[in-house]
Structure formats: C-alpha cells, structure tokens
C-alpha cells in the first residue's frame, strides 16, 4: 500500500478508536450506578466464583464472585496516625450544627486516595452518610474533630472516643476464609441474585466497622 495510503488508514483508524471510546465512557457516565446492598456478617464458606455469608441480621447469603470483585483488607488504626492530607472515609450521624458525629473511621493508603470522594447517604445505620475526603485540619480540644475536604464541599467530623478506627488497603482473595468478618457490598441481579462488588475483609479477626 502506498505510505500516504497507510498514513491516511491509520490516522482515520486512530480517529475512530477515540470516537468510539468517547461515546462509550459518555454513555456509562450517563448510566445511574446500579443500587448496592451492604451485607455485614462472618464467612461461612468459600468457592471458586462464590461466597456464603452468615449475616448480622440473621439468615445466609450467597454472594456470587466475578473478575472485578475487589478484596479490601481492614486493620486496626490510632486516630493519631490521621494527619492533615491523609484521606479518610468517615460514616457519621448528621447533627444539629451541620457536623458529622462518627460511627466510624477508615483511612485510605496514599495509593488509593480519592477512592469514593465525596458526601452522600449510607446504610450502617438510620440516617447515617458516608464522607470521603482529604483531611484539611485536625483540632484535638473539645473533642476530636477533623475537617474532610472532598470535590463540591467539606464537613466537620466528630469522632467520639469509643469510634472504630481501621486502615483500608488493597487486599487479597486468598483473605476470604470461613470465619473470616467481612462487609460486601453487593449488587443485586433480575433474578434477584447477589454479586459481590467489593468485600472488606478483617486481618487478624478484625470486624470491619463499615
């Protein structure tokens, strides 16, 4: 083929790609996320591409499991090791002043910083939210408070003294073991089926908080 040919074929190929591409992120920026369910509970079994979780609740659950599950692991952490720019995720109950007070606390690895930014409502308790942000300032008088920053606003979080505080960093499948404690979040299919989209998994016998 002559080399302005192949030039003019692969520009217009390169060209079509990036298209095609744009349209596609476009179009699942535009899709609503799909709803997901949080199951809290111990691991009662293990299976290739499955999980059954004996939940808090009460009851059994299986979870199916799929090549884009993520497996987080949750250890235990001291609200000291939270500086100003660490970036945290904080459940809380919203109060009369505009603040947060704390259900509980879990701090990100510089790796996975900016992993769910944001305000919005959560399920770990009646009227509970969930903040994810960067951590502006600290005050340790009057309480412990911090400041968390996120894309579009802040919120002052309080953190009582008896609030679980945990690290959250990558983990591994080889984690997901009978007794082990975890917290899945699943989405739910047609057919009413579960498929796990991320499970926290506690090291050392730790139960995650979330």
Do not use: C, W
């Not at 192949?6 to 298209?19: E, I, P, Y």
């Not at 904080?90 to 769910?116: C, N, R, W």
């Amino acid at each position: 083929m002559h080399t302005s040919l192949v030039k003019l074929f692969r520009g217009a190929l390169a060209s079509a790609t990036f298209v095609g591409a744009f349209a596609a992120s476009t179009a699942m920026a535009q899709a609503p996320a799909p709803a997901q369910t949080g199951i809290r509970g111990t691991i009662v079994s293990v299976g290739a591409d499955k999980l059954v979780v004996k939940s808090n609740r009460g009851g059994e659950q299986t979870v199916a499991l799929d090549k884009d599950t993520r497996v987080a692991a949750i250890s235990l952490a001291n609200i000291n090791d939270i500086k100003p720019g660490s970036y945290i995720g904080a459940a809380g109950i919203p109060q009369p002043d505009g603040s947060q007070k704390a259900l509980e606390v879990h701090v990100f690895p510089p790796a996975m910083a900016g992993t769910g930014d944001g305000h919005r409502p959560f399920d770990l308790a009646p009227n509970s939210t969930m903040t994810n942000g960067t951590v502006g300032d600290v005050v340790a008088s009057s309480g412990r408070t911090l400041t968390l920053k996120y894309k579009g606003g802040e919120k002052k979080i309080v953190v009582p003294e008896d609030v679980p505080i945990v690290n959250i960093e990558a983990g591994e499948r080889s984690m997901l073991v009978a007794g082990a404690k975890v917290v899945v979040r699943a989405r739910k299919g047609a057919d009413g089926s579960m498929t796990a989209v991320s499970v926290s998994v506690g090291k050392n016998g730790v139960t995650p908080p979330m």
